[in-house]
């Protein structure tokens, strides 16, 4: 069976449990399902919203290629990402990363090398909205910026290459 992909990018909420179920309805061959949800953090109560843009085709193509690099890397029977992209609140999820395969180590890393991927090379563009203690203000309309990649980010994406 070849490896079954979902690639979305979308501003709505969605269903961990239930994207992972879709993948693996009428599997009874598949030894491992790995999902990754990443959740927008209030940065200990600065955060009032992350606004996440991208650019509609382009995400998607690009998130597609890396995943066909982790199924030509790893036997995968399948795989999920989901990105969402839109004003983000804390504590809603950001990003699925689902991999389903017959042995565990497969699933693990495949996900590992997808999440280093979004977070380094994906093209999203990140804006954080400060919470004002002074005023209850809609997000965007302070001082918002943008958000710089993280080296740690660039490191753990490094053990992939080479």
């Known amino acids: 069976m070849s490896c079954r992909v ?7 909420m969605f269903d ?5 179920a879709k993948l693996t309805k009428n599997r009874t061959d598949l030894g491992a399902v790995v999902t990754f949800t990443g959740l927008c953090r209030d940065e200990s109560g ?3 919203a992350l606004e996440i843009e991208h650019y509609p085709g382009m995400a998607e193509e690009e998130i597609s290629r890396v995943v066909a690099q982790a199924a030509a890397r790893w036997t995968l029977e399948g795989v999920v990402v989901l990105h969402r992209f839109g004003l983000i609140r804390p504590g809603e999820p950001i990003v699925l990363v689902v991999t389903a395969s017959l ?6 890393e495949a996900a590992a ?3 280093d991927f979004l977070k380094t090379q ?3 563009w990140k804006k954080q909205h400060p919470t ?5 203000s809609e ?12 080296a740690e980010d660039d490191a753990a994406a490094q053990k992939w290459r080479g």
């Open 103 to 108: 042995h565990r180590a497969e699933a693990f």
């Open 113 to 115: 090398f997808l999440m």
């Open 16 to 20: 961990a449990a239930e994207e992972a």
């Open 6 to 12: 979902i690639v979305r990018v979308q501003e709505d």
């Open 46 to 48: 600065a955060l009032a």
């Open 139 to 150: 997000p965007g309309s302070g001082a918002a910026a943008w958000v710089d990649a993280k």
């Open 132 to 136: 004002d203690a002074s005023a209850e």
């Open 122 to 124: 994906a093209p999203f």
